[in-house]
């Protein structure tokens, strides 16, 4: 069984950056795949970002494409998500998850943070 804690969410003004993070307790991280995802008020969750095990592949959403970078660090069992030129259209709860291998669905991915709050003003 695999744990996540994400951290680093806030509210941040328009064209402003965060750094989300998500700590993972459990066995095998690096055999994983990672996954964000978001769901704003009165939305369906969607995906963001992903990135492979060995963080040698990641996948993005169009409407994060050239904005938001994923990351890992095997070593410190931790995936990040770099969001610059924030819009409000970002804002929504963040979550962190985890699948067997790289995709984009959420039925793939197994286990799930509890989410971050990041909130973007105009």
């Known amino acids: 069984q695999v744990q996540l804690v994400e951290s680093g969410g806030g509210l941040v003004q328009a064209g402003g950056s965060l750094r989300l993070s998500c700590a993972a307790s459990g066995r095998n991280f690096s055999s994983y795949a990672m996954g964000w995802f978001r769901q704003a008020p009165g939305k369906e969750r969607e995906f963001v970002a992903a990135?492979?095990?060995?963080?040698?592949?990641?996948i993005y959403a169009d409407s994060v494409k050239g904005r938001f970078t994923i990351s890992r660090d095997n070593a410190k069992n931790t995936v990040y998500l770099q969001m610059n030129s924030l819009k409000p259209d970002d804002t929504a709860v963040y979550y962190c998850?985890?699948?067997?291998?790289?995709?984009?669905?959420?039925?793939?991915?197994?286990?799930w943070g509890q989410g971050t709050q990041v909130t973007v003003s105009s």
């Open positions: 998850a985890v699948a067997r291998t790289l995709g984009l669905k959420l039925s793939q991915y197994d286990y």
């Open positions: 990135i492979s095990w060995s963080g040698g592949w990641a």
